[in-house]
Each structure stands twice: as structure tokens, then as C-alpha cells.
T-cell receptor, first 111, second 116 residues
Framework: KQEVTQIPAALSVPEGENLVLNCSFT??????LQWFRQDPGKGLTSLLL???SQREQTSGRLNASLDKSSGRSTLYIAASQPGDSATYLC??????????WGAGTKLIIKP | ETGVTQSPTHLIKTRGQQVTLRCSSQ?????VSWYQQALGQGPQFIFQ???????GRGNFPPRFSGLQFPNYSSELNVNALELDDSALYLC???????????????FGPGTRLLVL
């Protein structure tokens, strides 16, 4: 059974810092891995999607890496801003084509 | 382009009642998925509909059922509500050529259900 874990559960950093969020999964048989952002009252927003054959994806200040063999992904946020404050979730599409989610990392960027 | 919308935004029910939640997919999307998200947890997959047929189901009992209509809008029905059904219910749509659930999903804002 696929399980997704995110560490840390919460993170608070000063504005301007670079930071890394971690995601691990137990079964390497995945189709892709996705990072989402969740803001209160606004649902989920897809940030990056990495296909199982890819190693990383970049969008603006965000860079996500995937190491399928070790069951790990990282989301790197450069030059953090207060507007980056949100809960970040990672999810994998497993061998049953189902999206399996981590519990998220709550990120607070202090001005 | 209109995004994914859900109604109602909030709902309060009592144990044993039935509830219907609605989702309007993003234009051009043929696949809709429903998720349950308890407070402080990640979403849990309920089921997915592809071209009006159920196309995958998570570990939820049969009292959770759904429909997808020809215009690709969708309903989630929950019968015999229990206290543990209190959660945020999220709908997501995608344009998925093969119904495999591997394409980027676009989420609605969710319906927050409270069961008393």
C-alpha cells in the first residue's frame, strides 16, 4: 500500500530565505508526483507535476526534484516571500491510477 | 475560462441524514475526482468519473456514491451520515484522454460539511 509522508509538518522562516520541503513515498511504482499548494478557503492549486521518467521540474522560484528509486521528492523555494505562506502537499499517482497524498507541510514566511 | 466550482460552500447536517454535493468541471474537462479531507490531513481519494462512468474508487463504503452528467458536472451523494463524515470535500477535474488520472487536476474550493 502506497504511503506518502511529508516532513516537516510545519515550518516558519524569515522572508528571503531559501527552503526545502520534503516528501517520501513507500512504493516506487508511480506514474507521476505532484506538488500542490493549499490556501484556506481556496482549494488546491497544482504547482509542479513530475513524470516518473523525469528528475525535476521548475516553475519560477520553485524547483521540484524526484528520485523514484529512493522514494523521495523535494520542493525547493527560492527567495521566499510572505505570499508563499500556505500548506504544501505532495501526491503521487500510484499503480492503480489513484492520487495518494501526504498530510502537508504548513509554511509560514515571516516578513 | 471558468474554473471548477462547488456548491454549497458550507453545510450542516445531522447524523443519519443524506447530503448531495455538486461540482461543475472546468470547461473541456472529461474527468472528475472527489476527495475527502479531514482537518490537518491530506485528501483521501473517494472515486473518479470518466465520461459518466465510475473509473476507480478509494476505500470508502457504498453509502458514498456519485454521478457524472453529460456536461461533465458531477454530484457526490452520502447516505446515512456519520460524525466522521465531517470534512472538506474537494472536487477536481482534468482533461484525461485515457481516464488514467495521470493528468494535472484542477481543484474547486471545496464544500465544508459538518455532521452533528
Amino acid at each position: 500500500k502506497q504511503e506518502v509522508t511529508q516532513i516537516p509538518a510545519a515550518l516558519s522562516v524569515p522572508e528571503g530565505e531559501n527552503l526545502v520541503l520534503n516528501c517520501s513515498f513507500t512504493d516506487s511504482a508511480i506514474y507521476n508526483l505532484q506538488w500542490f499548494r493549499q490556501d484556506p478557503g481556496k482549494g488546491l492549486t497544482s504547482l509542479l507535476l513530475i513524470q516518473s521518467s523525469q528528475r525535476e521540474q521548475t516553475s519560477g522560484r520553485l524547483n521540484a526534484s524526484l528520485d523514484k528509486s529512493s522514494g523521495r521528492s523535494t520542493l525547493y523555494i527560492a527567495a521566499s516571500q510572505p505570499g508563499d505562506s500556505a500548506t504544501y502537499l505532495c501526491a503521487v499517482v500510484d499503480s492503480n491510477y489513484q492520487l495518494i497524498w501526504g498530510a502537508g507541510t504548513k509554511l509560514i514566511i515571516k516578513p | 475560462e471558468t474554473g471548477v466550482t462547488q456548491s454549497p460552500t458550507h453545510l450542516i447536517k445531522t447524523r443519519g441524514q443524506q447530503v448531495t454535493l455538486r461540482c461543475s468541471s472546468q470547461s473541456g474537462h472529461n474527468t472528475v475526482s472527489w476527495y475527502q479531507q479531514a482537518l490537518g490531513q491530506g485528501p483521501q481519494f473517494i472515486f473518479q468519473y470518466y465520461r459518466e462512468e465510475e473509473n476507480g474508487r478509494g476505500n470508502f463504503p457504498p453509502r458514498f456514491s456519485g454521478l457524472q452528467f453529460p456536461n461533465y458536472s458531477s454530484e457526490l451523494n452520502v447516505n446515512a451520515l456519520e460524525l466522521d463524515d465531517s470534512a472538506l470535500y474537494l472536487c477536481a477535474s482534468s482533461h484525461d484522454p485515457y481516464g488514467q488520472g495521470t493528468e494535472t487536476q484542477y481543484f474547486g474550493p471545496g464544500t465544508r460539511l459538518l455532521v452533528l
